[in-house]
Structure formats: C-alpha cells, structure tokens
C-alpha cells in the first residue's frame, strides 16, 4: 500500500521585545523564579492587560516578509482553560481575525536550489501571550511554578498541511526559524524555548482526496526531534491502518529518549476552550503609516538578497519574473523597496551554491557583502569561497557564530586583498588566516605577513634561482619529464616552493620551469 | 455635621474650624457605634484612617489642599486598597491583603480624602440585595428587615446612616442605582471608559464601571472630579479633556425635554414607586422641564441579554481564583484537580457559583452563537433603541426599581426574582450610559423611592444638573433614617 | 433547548466547581428558571445585526515597549497558600 504523508506545523515563536506583551515586566530569560512576573503576569485581581507595540511591530513585520495581509481589526480573544502555569485561567490569543492572514514560504529540500523546492501556504499567525513554567522537580511531591515566562509575546504560525514529508516540515521550520532571525523579531533560540513547533501529522492512501485523521505531536524544541517525531508518527499511524485499525485524533508528546510519542493525559473538556473576544482588549487598528513604519525598518529579504547575488548583470536583476511581478503588483511594499532604490550596480554573480550558503542568515549575507565592498565586486567569488569555507569552518568547530568572528569582515577583506595583490599566495593565506583566527598581531593580515616574513616571491630573477637550482638538483625527474611523464612537473613544483619555503608566487614559479623545462625537452 | 455637604466639610477643613483628624474620629465613632447593626463594612482600620487624615491635615496647613482633602469616604471593598484587606466581599478573598492600589484609590489618595473603611458588597458585586456577601447581609437604615440593595449596599448604607460623607460603588447591571434608590442617597455611574477599572476587581469587564454615591448630586460632582480620569493602565480607559462636573449645576432647566419611555411606565412598576416618579415629574414639569413619550422597544430583552453577557465574563474573569498565587486554598485534596476544584468550591458563595456556570455554559462549544453571539447582538439593539431615544429628549426618566426595598430573604433563594431587581438598570449599562438615581420621596412603609435619570455618553454634567436642580426644590436627599439620629 | 444534570455537572467540571449531586440538581432547577428567561432573545430576528462587544467605539491603545515593574514576588507571594525557593507549589501536574 503506498501512503502519502500530510504534515501542518504551527510554531511557536517568541518575539523579541524588551517586555512582555501586557505587562511591563522584562522578558529577559533566565531570571531568578518569579522576579520578572509582575501584578499583571500572576493575575493579581483587578489588574488588566495593555498591549505592547513592539509585539504589533513584529508581527506585521512577519506578515509583511510572508506576503500576508495585515488585518485591521483583529481581535484579542480568551482562550479558557485551567493550568497552575496559566495565572489567569484563560490565555490571550487571537480567534477569529488574527493580526496576519494568509502568507506563502518557499522551502528548499536539497542543496539544488532549482530542485526540490515548493511553495508552503500559511494559515495564519496571531500574537497571543506564553505560560509560565512548571518546574517538575520534587517539592514533596509538589510542582514548582515560575511565571517568569507568564507574558512572553509570541507569535504563532500555522501553515496549511502543504508538506508530505518529515523532511519538508523541518526545511519548512528551519526556513520560518531563519527569516524570524533574519528580520530581527526573534533570537529564535531554541535551547531556551523561543521556537516551539507543534506539528499536525496524518497519512492517507495515495491519491486519496480526503485527509487522515491527525494526531497533534506538541512542542517539538528541536530540528531533529520534529523530524524523529513524524517519522515515528507517520510509521505508528501507518502500522494501525494496515491492520485495518482506525487512527483517533489525540495530542501527543514526543518522548526524545525513547523516540516514540505517547498520548497526553487530557480530558473529555480538554478543548472546549470557550474563546471569546477579551472585553479588557479593544479591536486593534493597524493604521497604514505603522505598517510603512515597519515596511522601512525591513531588511532586504534572504529571497531577494539571493537573487541579487546570483544575478549576471544589472539589466538581469532590475528585471521581474513573471511571479514577482505577480507578488509585486500585490504587495509592492514587500519587495520595491530594495529591488527598486537599492542601487545596485554591479552584481556578483555567485553560483546558486553560493548564493544559498550565504543567504542562510543574515549576519553571515552581512559580513560576506562588508568584504566584498572592501575587496570589490569582481572578486566576489573569492570572498564567497573563504566566508563558505574558512570563516564557516572554524565557526562550526568552535561552534561560534559570525557575528562573535575573531576575524571581523575587514580584518578578512585586508588578507582577501592580499591575495588579490598576489603579496601572498591562497596558501599562505589559509596559514595567516590561522593565525588571525588566534588573535596573532591584531589579527592583521599585514602585520602578520611583515613579521614572519611571508611576503611572496615575485621577483623572476629570485624564482629563476630557485629554479635552477631545483633543475641541477633533481636530474632524474627532469629527465622523466622530459620523456613525457607529466606528474614529475608537480614534484618539481614541489621542490622549488619548499627552497622558497613558500612565498614564491606560484603562477610564476609553474610558468618560468615550464618554460625551462620546455627548453630542455627541445635539446 | 452629618448631614453637611461634602463643600461645607471642605470649607470647614480649610477655615481650620475642625482637623480632618477630628472629622475621621467623628465618622469612625459613628462607624462603631452603628456598624453592628448595618453591617455596612467589612474593613475598619481606625490606625490607617488617621494615618491618611494626619497627611491631610499637613496637606491643608501647607496649603496644598484640594476641594476634597481631608475628608473621610468609603470604600467599596472590590477596590484593591494597599496594605488594606480587600475581600470583594467573598471567602475566596478572605485573606488577600492588596498589595496594590486601585487607580481610583491612587486618585482618592492624591486628593488627601481619607479610607473611612471597606463596604460591604454582594460577593464579587453579583447581587441585588447585598445577601450573597460572605461577610453577612447589609441591612437598610431606613428598615433594618429590609435589604439595602446592591450589590453596592454597604456604600449606599453607609451614607445613608451616615457612617460616611460620600461613598465608592460600582455599577456593572445597577450596582450603584438600585442600592442608592433603596437606600434613599443619590448615586451615579458615568459613562463606560470615564473611571479606570485598574484595580477594581473585574465582575463583568465591559459592564463594570465605577462610580459614587452621596447624599446628594452636587456631592456626586465633586466625587466624580477626583475619579475620572485617564488611565493607560486600562486599555478601555477613555483619553478626555478634563471636566469641572460641577459647572452646570446651577443652570435653569428650561426647556429640558424628559424622555419618559412608556415601557417603563407599564406593567411592573409598584404603586408606590410610581406615586413618586409621578411626582417628581410633576416638580420636573414646574422647573420647566418637558416631557416626551419616547419608546425603547427591547427593554424587555436587557435583562436576559445582562444575563448572558455579565455570566459569561464573570465566568472568565473569576478563573484566575484557582488557589495557587493568592485567595482561599483548600485543606485537602486528592490532586490539582481536586485542589482546584474545592478550593473553588468553597471560596465561591452559591450565586457566584450560579454565575459561573451560567456564563461557562453559554460560551461552550455548540451553544456560543445561540447565547453569547445572540445578546451581543441584542446589546447593540438596545444601544441603538437609546440612541433614537436621544435624538428626541436630552435626558430619560423613570424609575431605578419596580419596587421599593423588600424584605431580607424574601428573593435570596429566587435568583430570577432577585434578577429582575435590574430591570429598569440594566439596559443603561449595556449601552455603556451614565445613569443615576436620586431619592424621590417615600413609598410604602416609608421606604425610599429612586428616580432613575439616563443621559447620553459624556452627558454627566448636564444630568447631574437636572439632579441638582430637583434637589434645590426638594429634600427628600437630606431626610435621613429615624434610626440613626442617635 | 433544555438543560439536563449532565450538562450541569459537565460544567461544573469545565469550570473546575466541585458540585454534588443534590448541588447538581438544585442547580439545574434554578438555571433552568434563568434560560427560560434568556430564551426570551430567540424571539428576535438579529441576522443583519452586527454583534457589540464594546460599549465605545474606540480601538486598542498601544503601550511603548518598555520595561516598567520592578521585582516585587516577595509582596507578591507573602500571599501565596505555599511557596517555596520563590516557586508557587501547586500539587503535582502530570501532562
């Protein structure tokens, strides 16, 4: 029997804000237990919510990234349950009329940015307040609760159940995870809980219209677990169909160190939530010049910023495809802004390879495009090559990010120009580059090239020498060469960058012994 | 003293012919003296009253003194007092000592008007006799077998016996105007938004509102100087231009059109009550006044669309009385359910318990459309039937209560009998109107009869004028109840 | 539409009233009482109607993002039934 798998996510997202999203109370994480939970978090009687602005900002800024309409009004609604980590007994969400409707992403499966690629729509995504905390640790068998957390804003986002793999709902959370971080309303940090999925699994027979009952895995906190989560979700629900059992909808979590899914202990109540439109809140209006407040305050989307880097020429990149001219003539706030005053003049060219790496977030887009407007244009591809390779190597080992580098974007740009100027060769680079990374001389290229010494040999006289030499040292080889076994060349390459202990510049040293090599071969 | 105006005791405090220390001691005498009987308060702290009148008095000396200061009022106790017992008359709260002050308690405090004391109040304001209170019923100065209304009913007996100058209510169906019609006193809701709900314990949030009662209406503008204002700490908070309350009290009345809606004056209404409505229309039409039929067709509905929609928030708003962070925890119990679930049991009053079911009923799954939809509705229909009534009249009349008080017991175990106590208040507060009910006279057994006045949003000024101009050609607001002439 | 004791006690529990049997009952007696009265709204037509959440028409303020409170759980939870190590104790929540 062939099986299609159906998977919706809703994630979770905590926005970044100073306070919480009715309270004035810090959302700093980590605090002591109840010290950032004021009157308004732990629900003292007669207190009332007021809405904070920077939690609007940021989720029409989401709105606005996805291509989605920002609704005014939307309505702030209860949602009625009873929880200790719930203070009030009912939390503020959004119901009917969320902030943002609609919204499409696009997800990437694969390294091949052409293949493996699909549109992923959006429900929806509405601001609502986070819980508090139960600390589960034995308080005589009691349960501690901190509601710290109590006020949080977060945005939640829904999708359609557009994926059909396990492998599809992760590309779809990592894609939401880098552009919340890419346009700055998250930290996205999911060691502290700031990105939560929720993910809606079911199967059907292939080819089926109607979809399978879903079975709702909740607060997945990592990449890997939501993928282990649906894998083990759809291979459970699989299994009961095969034999004929029927799949009951039910709320499950996920159990890492088991990897399996068990049913949450719920009750019959468990989801009549009784919403209704919170009367302490009014309609909130989002009034045109707020959301070109936002609009201005948007960064270059990681989308067009790709686009811009794969571009050939100027003419390429100011023109549209048929589906942005499409998204433009809906939405012209979402992308003229940076496609039409960017001013781009010349373009970089890179590969799509490239362009995606660099565009993963936008620290490491930032840092790239800061060494190449010191290194220039026409060496793009050389700056991409050392922040894809070197920079993203010695990160990932010391699991650090761009933005706490060692190496500041024009500290690389020096060496990168060092290169450019054939001071050093690629080679020495890499070394100097090790050394940088240490904090050697400032982690200056120059510095460092100037007291050891590394400055390349250009000089063809200095490179004859060492050629020679080499030549009358190594009689065999030249004799092997000469008989037409090519690789001896190497060798010999070899040997002549060893006597200039690698500084001769090595299109120079490769050039002059062919050209005596070639000499001899006439004899 | 007792029966001096809230301006006579100001300009008795300023003149320094009596300290706002004496003036306190008087009241609380009075309070100790009478409060046994009446059972209007629910918090007396005789330390903390002349703490407040000692900053008073210091306030006057420096003269930094305003049209309130130093005077002695009381508090109904839904109002979060700091370092005060404030119980919203309910065991759950029993023992929640407020760590924070209400915006109108912050606003009496800036005034230097002095906590006379907490009154006593139907448990979580759902109520209209003050029966459902857990600190005991309050009883009616003007015949202590009867009810004093509510759920106001300590404030509104407190002024009446004198206990205090002027009071705090609040008013989410008539809270304010019924007790004050039993009581004999003046009283006022303002519109919707004007008094910030910070810190007022939420009944029904889009029906409380705050407001005063007073033995007169010239009182209830000075009062309502010190509570309106803006609030960013309540998102329903309206941003106005201040208002002088007491700016149109002397106009004429001249020309004023009285809307009289005629289902008001149909069935229901009780001889007595009506024997002095009459009247006061009567007195109304000699000041010059004009009366209007006017009609609001879905009067009949106010009541079962207040009883849907205050349940239902009330249903909410009461959720965060679980037992974990403050307010009465059972002893035992099997698990958090269990805890939650005799905690909640125990620390509710039955009418309070009624109200929750009623409102988790009507926002359940499957019966939301039917019930709570359906009253929005409705809410706006009444709304719009007053709108109509407006452009026809400046100010409607009636009466605040079919009846007169009644005896206590006598509707406590009928809850619909005891809802309909707010038939003729509660239409005003879904609108979001002021509203106000001023003594008009006796009724039977000489029990007080209240003449209800509904004006338009923001019209406070205005209606309080057209009280106090009745006022200046009668004194059914200056008799006060034989008993308390000790 | 008439109330039967399963939905009063399914409420009860929906809002976490412990309520016995004869409660129950009493309850259902009374509430039956008040949604006769309530069925009074059925009588009118309201489908053109636009349901009123708010007595002013005014919309949602918004507030600066800001932090304003400064600690105070120690006020706080001097009025808490059982505290401990600056955690509410609640009995032991099982998901």
């Given at each position: 029997?062939e099986?299609?798998?159906?998977?919706?996510?809703?994630?979770?997202?905590?926005?970044?804000?100073?306070?919480?999203?009715?309270?004035?109370?810090?959302?700093?994480?980590?605090?002591?237990?109840?010290?950032?939970?004021?009157?308004?978090?732990?629900?003292?009687?007669?207190?009332?919510?007021?809405?904070?602005?920077?939690?609007?900002?940021?989720?029409?800024?989401?709105?606005l990234?996805?291509?989605?309409?920002?609704?005014?009004?939307?309505?702030?609604?209860?949602?009625?349950?009873?929880?200790?980590?719930?203070?009030?007994?009912y939390q503020?969400?959004?119901?009917?009329?969320?902030?943002?409707?609609g919204?499409?992403?696009?997800?990437?499966?694969?390294?091949?940015?052409?293949?493996?690629?699909?549109?992923v729509?959006?429900?929806?995504?509405?601001?609502?307040?986070?819980?508090?905390?139960?600390?589960?640790?034995?308080?005589?068998?009691?349960?501690?609760?901190?509601?710290?957390?109590?006020?949080?804003?977060?945005?939640?986002?829904?999708?359609?159940?557009d994926?059909?793999?396990?492998?599809?709902?992760?590309?779809?959370?990592k894609t939401?995870?880098?552009?919340?971080?890419?346009?700055?309303?998250?930290?996205?940090?999911?060691e502290?809980?700031?990105?939560?999925?929720?993910?809606?699994?079911?199967?059907?027979?292939?080819?089926?219209?109607?979809?399978?009952?879903?079975?709702?895995?909740?607060?997945?906190?990592?990449?890997?677990?939501?993928?282990?989560?649906?894998d083990?979700?759809?291979?459970?629900?699989?299994?009961?169909?095969?034999?004929?059992?029927?799949?009951?909808?039910?709320?499950?979590?996920?159990?890492?160190?088991?990897?399996e899914?068990h049913?949450?202990?719920?009750?019959?109540?468990?989801?009549?939530?009784?919403?209704?439109?919170?009367?302490?809140?009014?309609?909130?209006?989002?009034p045109?010049?707020?959301?070109?407040?936002?609009m201005?305050?948007?960064?270059?989307?990681p989308?067009?910023?790709?686009?811009?880097?794969?571009?050939?020429?100027?003419?390429?990149?100011?023109?549209?495809?048929?589906?942005?001219?499409r998204?433009?003539?809906?939405h012209?706030?979402?992308?003229?802004?940076?496609?039409?005053?960017?001013?781009?003049?010349?373009?970089?060219?890179?590969?799509?390879?490239?362009a995606?790496?660099?565009?993963?977030?936008?620290?490491?887009?930032?840092?790239?495009?800061?060494?190449?407007?010191?290194?220039?244009?026409?060496?793009?591809?050389?700056?991409?090559?050392?922040?894809?390779?070197?920079?993203?190597?010695?990160?990932n080992?010391?699991?650090e990010?761009?933005?706490?580098?060692?190496?500041s974007?024009?500290?690389?740009?020096?060496?990168?120009?060092?290169?450019?100027?054939?001071?050093?060769?690629?080679k020495?680079a890499?070394?100097?580059?090790?050394?940088?990374w240490?904090?050697?001389?400032?982690?200056?290229?120059?510095?460092?090239?100037?007291?050891?010494?590394?400055?390349?040999?250009?000089?063809?006289?200095?490179?004859?020498?060492?050629?020679?030499?080499?030549?009358?040292?190594?009689?065999?080889?030249?004799?092997?060469?000469?008989?037409?076994?090519?690789k001896?060349?190497?060798?010999?390459?070899?040997?002549?960058?060893?006597?200039?202990?690698?500084?001769?510049n090595?299109?120079?040293?490769?050039?002059?012994?062919?050209?005596?090599?070639?000499?001899?071969k006439?004899? | 003293?007792?029966?001096?105006?809230?301006?006579?005791?100001?300009?008795?405090?300023?003149?320094?012919?009596?300290?706002?220390?004496?003036?306190?001691?008087?009241?609380?005498?009075?309070?100790?003296?009478?409060?046994?009987?009446?059972?209007?308060?629910?918090?007396?702290?005789?330390?903390?009253?002349?703490?407040?009148?000692?900053?008073?008095?210091?306030?006057?000396?420096?003269?930094?003194?305003?049209?309130?200061?130093?005077?002695?009022?009381?508090?109904?106790?839904i109002?979060?007092?700091?370092?005060?017992?404030?119980?919203?008359?309910?065991?759950?709260?029993?023992?929640?000592?407020?760590?924070?002050?209400?915006?109108?308690?912050?606003?009496?405090n800036?005034?230097?008007?002095?906590?006379?004391?907490?009154?006593?109040?139907?448990?979580?304001?759902?109520?209209?006799?003050?029966?459902?209170?857990?600190?005991?019923?309050?009883?009616?100065?003007?015949?202590?077998?009867?009810?004093?209304?509510?759920?106001?009913?300590?404030?509104?007996c407190?002024?009446?016996?004198?206990?205090?100058p002027?009071?705090?209510?609040?008013?989410?169906g008539?809270s304010?105007?019924?007790?004050?019609?039993?009581?004999?006193?003046?009283?006022i809701?303002?519109?919707?938004?004007?008094?910030?709900?910070?810190?007022?314990i939420?009944?029904?949030?889009?029906l409380d509102?705050?407001?005063?009662?007073?033995?007169?209406?010239?009182?209830?503008?000075?009062?309502?100087?010190?509570?309106?204002?803006?609030?960013?700490?309540?998102?329903?908070?309206?941003?106005?231009?201040?208002?002088?309350?007491?700016?149109?009290?002397?106009?004429?009345?001249e020309?004023?059109?009285?809307?009289?809606?005629?289902?008001?004056?149909?069935?229901?209404m009780?001889?007595?009550v009506s024997?002095?409505?009459?009247?006061?229309?009567?007195?109304y039409?000699?000041?010059?006044?004009?009366?209007?039929?006017v009609?609001?067709?879905?009067?009949?509905?106010?009541?079962?669309?207040?009883?849907?929609?205050?349940?239902?928030?009330?249903?909410?708003?009461?959720?965060?009385?679980d037992?974990?962070?403050?307010?009465?925890r059972?002893?035992?119990y099997?698990?958090?359910?269990?805890?939650?679930?005799?905690?909640?049991?125990?620390?509710?009053?039955?009418?309070?318990?009624?109200?929750?079911?009623?409102?988790?009923y009507?926002?359940?799954?499957?019966?939301?459309?039917?019930?709570?939809?359906?009253?929005?509705?409705?809410?706006?229909?009444?709304?719009?039937?007053?709108?109509?009534?407006?452009?026809?009249?400046e100010?409607?009349?009636?009466?605040?209560?079919?009846?007169?008080?009644?005896?206590?017991?006598?509707r406590?175990?009928?809850?619909?009998?005891?809802y309909?106590?707010?038939?003729?208040?509660?239409a005003?507060?879904?609108?979001?109107?002021?509203?106000?009910?001023?003594?008009?006279g006796?009724?039977?057994?000489?029990?007080?009869?209240?003449?209800?006045?509904?004006?338009?949003?923001?019209?406070?000024?205005?209606?309080?004028?057209?009280?106090?101009?009745?006022?200046?050609v009668?004194d059914?607001?200056?008799?006060?109840?034989?008993?308390?002439?000790? | 539409?008439?109330?039967?004791?399963?939905?009063?006690?399914?409420?009860?529990n929906l809002?976490?009233?412990?309520?016995?049997?004869?409660?129950?009952r009493?309850?259902?007696?009374?509430?039956?009482?008040i949604?006769?009265?309530?069925?009074?709204m059925?009588?009118?037509?309201?489908?053109?109607?636009?349901?009123?959440?708010?007595?002013?028409?005014?919309?949602?303020?918004?507030?600066?993002?800001?932090?304003?409170?400064?600690?105070?759980?120690?006020?706080?939870?001097?009025?808490?039934?059982?505290?401990e190590?600056?955690?509410?104790?609640?009995?032991?929540?099982?998901?």
């Amino acid at each position: 029997m062939e099986w299609e798998i159906v998977v919706g996510l809703e994630v979770h997202i905590q926005l970044l804000t100073q306070s919480k999203i009715f309270s004035g109370a810090s959302t700093a994480f980590g605090g002591t237990p109840n010290t950032q939970a004021c009157a308004v978090d732990i629900a003292l009687p007669g207190v009332l919510p007021v809405l904070n602005r920077g939690a609007v900002e940021r989720a029409i800024k989401f709105g606005l990234a996805v291509g989605a309409e920002i609704n005014s009004p939307s309505i702030f609604a209860r949602k009625n349950y009873f929880y200790p980590d719930l203070p009030k007994g009912y939390q503020i969400s959004q119901y009917e009329l969320p902030i943002v409707e609609g919204g499409r992403i696009k997800i990437q499966t694969g390294n091949d940015i052409n293949e493996n690629t699909k549109i992923v729509r959006l429900t929806r995504a509405h601001l609502e307040e986070d819980a508090g905390k139960s600390l589960h640790e034995d308080f005589h068998g009691m349960t501690g609760i901190d509601l710290n957390r109590a006020g949080t804003p977060l945005l939640e986002v829904v999708s359609e159940p557009d994926m059909r793999s396990s492998m599809e709902a992760v590309a779809f959370a990592k894609t939401i995870h880098s552009l919340v971080r890419w346009i700055g309303i998250s930290d996205g940090n999911m060691e502290e809980g700031s990105f939560r999925c929720d993910a809606n699994v079911s199967v059907r027979r292939l080819g089926d219209e109607k979809l399978g009952t879903r079975r709702e895995i909740k607060n997945l906190n990592s990449f890997r677990f939501l993928q282990q989560a649906i894998d083990y979700e759809v291979e459970y629900q699989k299994s009961i169909l095969e034999n004929g059992g029927e799949v009951k909808q039910a709320t499950v979590l996920f159990d890492s160190g088991k990897r399996e899914t068990h049913v949450m202990r719920s009750k019959e109540d468990a989801h009549d939530y009784r919403y209704f439109p919170d009367p302490d809140l009014l309609p909130l209006e989002i009034p045109q010049d707020l959301i070109d407040k936002v609009m201005k305050s948007m960064p270059e989307l990681p989308m067009w910023r790709y686009r811009r880097f794969i571009a050939q020429d100027v003419d390429e990149y100011r023109t549209f495809t048929e589906e942005e001219s499409r998204i433009h003539s809906k939405h012209p706030m979402q992308l003229s802004p940076h496609l039409m005053d960017y001013g781009v003049e010349e373009v970089y060219a890179l590969s799509k390879y490239d362009a995606t790496m660099l565009t993963t977030d936008i620290c490491t887009a930032d840092y790239f495009e800061e060494v190449v407007r010191i290194v220039g244009c026409k060496n793009a591809k050389l700056c991409a090559n050392w922040v894809i390779g070197e920079v993203a190597a010695r990160l990932n080992q010391n699991d650090e990010d761009i933005t706490t580098s060692p190496v500041s974007a024009e500290q690389l740009a020096e060496l990168l120009l060092r290169i450019c100027d054939e001071t050093i060769s690629g080679k020495t680079a890499k070394d100097i580059f090790g050394a940088m990374w240490h904090g050697e001389h400032g982690a200056s290229a120059d510095a460092i090239i100037k007291a050891k010494n590394l400055k390349q040999i250009s000089n063809s006289d200095e490179i004859r020498g060492f050629v020679d030499t080499v030549l009358i040292e190594n009689p065999k080889e030249v004799s092997d060469y000469c008989k037409g076994k090519e690789k001896a060349f190497n060798f010999l390459v070899g040997q002549i960058m060893k006597a200039s202990k690698g500084k001769a510049n090595p299109a120079q040293v490769n050039e002059i012994l062919k050209e005596k090599l070639d000499r001899k071969k006439c004899e | 003293m007792l029966n001096l105006s809230l301006k006579q005791l100001s300009t008795l405090l300023e003149s320094k012919k009596i300290s706002s220390v004496e003036l306190t001691r008087e009241f609380l005498k009075r309070v100790e003296i009478l409060n046994q009987e009446y059972n209007a308060f629910i918090t007396v702290n005789e330390e903390m009253s002349l703490d407040q009148a000692y900053v008073a008095d210091t306030m006057i000396a420096s003269g930094e003194a305003c049209p309130l200061t130093g005077i002695p009022i009381a508090h109904k106790d839904i109002f979060c007092t700091k370092g005060w017992l404030t119980t919203c008359g309910s065991k759950m709260l029993s023992n929640f000592i407020s760590p924070y002050d209400a915006h109108v308690i912050e606003r009496f405090n800036m005034t230097g008007t002095v906590n006379i004391g907490k009154t006593n109040m139907d448990e979580f304001a759902m109520g209209s006799s003050n029966e459902t209170s857990f600190y005991g019923s309050v009883k009616n100065p003007w015949d202590i077998t009867t009810v004093p209304g509510g759920s106001s009913g300590g404030s509104a007996c407190a002024v009446a016996a004198r206990m205090a100058p002027a009071a705090t209510g609040t008013d989410t169906g008539g809270s304010i105007r019924q007790p004050a019609a039993l009581c004999g006193v003046s009283g006022i809701k303002p519109t919707y938004g004007l008094v910030s709900r910070y810190g007022m314990i939420a009944f029904a949030s889009s029906l409380d509102q705050g407001g005063a009662i007073a033995k007169s209406a010239a009182d209830l503008a000075l009062m309502l100087n010190v509570m309106v204002g803006f609030d960013a700490r309540d998102s329903t908070s309206l941003q106005r231009d201040k208002e002088d309350y007491t700016r149109d009290l002397e106009k004429p009345l001249e020309g004023l059109r009285i809307g009289l809606p005629k289902e008001y004056f149909a069935e229901g209404m009780s001889d007595d009550v009506s024997r002095g409505v009459d009247a006061a229309i009567t007195e109304y039409n000699k000041l010059g006044a004009k009366m209007v039929e006017v009609s609001l067709p879905n009067t009949k509905l106010s009541i079962p669309v207040y009883y849907v929609l205050a349940p239902a928030e009330a249903s909410s708003n009461l959720s965060r009385f679980d037992g974990v962070r403050y307010g009465h925890r059972a002893l035992k119990y099997a698990d958090l359910d269990d805890m939650y679930e005799k905690s909640r049991a125990q620390g509710f009053g039955a009418e309070v318990k009624r109200r929750i079911l009623i409102g988790t009923y009507v926002l359940s799954h499957g019966y939301y459309d039917a019930y709570y939809i359906k009253a929005q509705k409705l809410r706006r229909l009444i709304a719009q039937d007053f709108a109509e009534v407006f452009k026809q009249c400046e100010i409607v009349m009636g009466p605040t209560s079919s009846t007169v008080a009644f005896a206590l017991g006598e509707r406590s175990n009928d809850p619909l009998q005891m809802y309909l106590s707010d038939t003729y208040t509660a239409a005003a507060s879904l609108a979001g109107l002021p509203g106000m009910s001023i003594p008009a006279g006796f009724g039977n057994r000489s029990r007080p009869v209240g003449l209800h006045i509904i004006g338009n949003y923001f019209s406070e000024a205005h209606m309080l004028n057209v009280a106090h101009q009745y006022q200046q050609v009668t004194d059914w607001h200056t008799r006060m109840p034989e008993i308390t002439k000790v | 539409m008439s109330l039967v004791l399963e939905d009063v006690k399914l409420v009860a529990n929906l809002a976490r009233i412990k309520i016995s049997d004869e409660e129950a009952r009493t309850t259902l007696d009374q509430l039956t009482g008040i949604f006769y009265l309530i069925e009074q709204m059925q009588e009118v037509d309201t489908s053109t109607i636009v349901p009123m959440s708010h007595a002013q028409d005014v919309v949602q303020r918004l507030r600066m993002d800001v932090v304003t409170e400064v600690d105070q759980h120690e006020l706080f939870q001097s009025l808490a039934p059982q505290v401990e190590g600056g955690l509410y104790l609640v009995p032991k929540v099982i998901e």
